[in-house]
């Protein structure tokens, strides 16, 4: 995961990650997971997802993530 680096076509006050989805066994939830958190996202050139909006909403849809692949220890 990768976060903050200038990237074109997204609000500067957004807060935006960058998730390598082929390590998350939970694919099929993600766009769930997106929509729930009122987030954007985006598959980029290299595979990544570009997941974009409140910080509190990125933060929360992170810890939703570590939850559903058992990494709770990531806090």
Excluded: C, H
Aim: proline share 1%; charged share 30%; aromatic share 8%.
């Amino acid at each position: 995961m990768t976060s903050n680096a200038f990237i074109t076509g997204i609000p500067k006050s957004d807060y935006r990650i960058r998730l390598k989805t082929s390590d998350i066994q939970i694919d099929g939830e993600l766009d769930v997971l997106i929509e729930q958190f009122r987030l954007s996202a985006t598959t980029q050139d290299d595979g990544f997802l570009l997941v974009y909006g409140a910080k509190e909403d990125v933060m929360a849809f992170l810890k939703e993530v570590r939850r559903k692949i058992g990494g709770d220890e990531l806090k």
